[in-house]
């Protein structure tokens, strides 16, 4: 099956420090990934729709200059989490769609615990 | 908009019972619904996918159904396992994002 590549799986940080996350399609191209964010026994909530070659598309209440995603290849997205705060502190994963199937099937990254101290 | 509830609640059952999950979901009527299992510390992984048209999708073990009309889809788990222990995220598909309910997170006793 489909394989989405995350890393790095766990990253502790200082206060102030910018974080980046890879997010990388193993075995099929992906022109659109997406990010998310869980609490602990929450839900994943919709951080932003990566787009390969142009913005990316974020949610309502999320800051696209706290939060800033680079696309640049079919198989490659990155989450950049800018002068982190601890209140960043959380669990990102990100999914991608095989372009080519017919199915609307997410695969997911092994997600990245970020602790900001 | 939209909102999908599943209990809360961890549902705890005995190895060799029936585990029935429940996902209930208002202000939307998604062409289909998609159920993923979670593990902690870990990635959803896609268990199954139901559409509108279908009543109920098997796959080995895990059966789905799907009211639209009760806005309600059931996630089955027969023959439970230790192994099957996980939180299970029930997730509706809305123009090109897909939106899930918080889990419920299943324990199965030997």
């Known amino acids: 099956g489909a394989v989405v590549s995350q890393h790095p799986s766990r990253v502790i940080c200082k206060s102030g420090t910018s974080v980046k996350i890879e997010c990388r399609s193993l075995?099929?191209?992906?022109?659109?990934m997406f990010w998310y964010r869980q609490f602990p026994k929450k839900s994943l909530m919709l951080m932003a729709t990566?787009?390969?070659?142009?913005?990316?598309?974020?949610e309502q209440g999320v800051e696209k200059d706290k939060f800033l995603i680079n696309h640049a290849s079919l198989t490659l997205s990155t989450l950049t989490v800018t002068s982190a705060h601890p209140e960043d502190s959380s669990f990102y994963i990100c999914?991608?769609?095989?372009?080519?199937?017919?199915?609307?099937?997410?695969?997911f990254g092994s997600g990245t615990q970020l602790s900001v101290l | 908009s939209q909102k999908i509830e599943q209990n809360s609640e961890a549902l705890n059952i005995q190895e060799g019972k029936t585990a029935t999950l429940t996902c209930n979901y208002t202000?939307?009527?998604?062409?289909?619904l998609q159920w993923y299992r979670q593990d902690p510390g870990r990635g959803p992984v896609f268990l199954l996918l139901?559409?509108?048209?279908?009543k109920e999708k098997r796959k080995e073990r895990l059966k789905v159904t799907f009211d639209t009309t009760l806005k309600q889809s059931l996630f089955h788990i027969t023959a439970s396992q230790p192994a099957d222990s996980a939180t299970y995220l029930c997730?509706?598909?809305?123009?090109?994002?897909?939106?899930f309910g918080a889990g419920t997170r299943l324990f199965v006793k030997a």
């Open positions: 999914s991608a769609r095989d372009h080519l199937a017919t199915n609307e099937k997410l695969f």
């Open positions: 075995d099929f191209q992906a022109t659109t």
């Open positions: 990566s787009n390969e070659g142009s913005k990316a598309t974020y």
């Open positions: 202000n939307y009527s998604p062409a289909y």
């Open positions: 139901i559409r509108e048209n279908e």
């Open positions: 997730a509706l598909i809305r123009g090109f994002k897909t939106i």
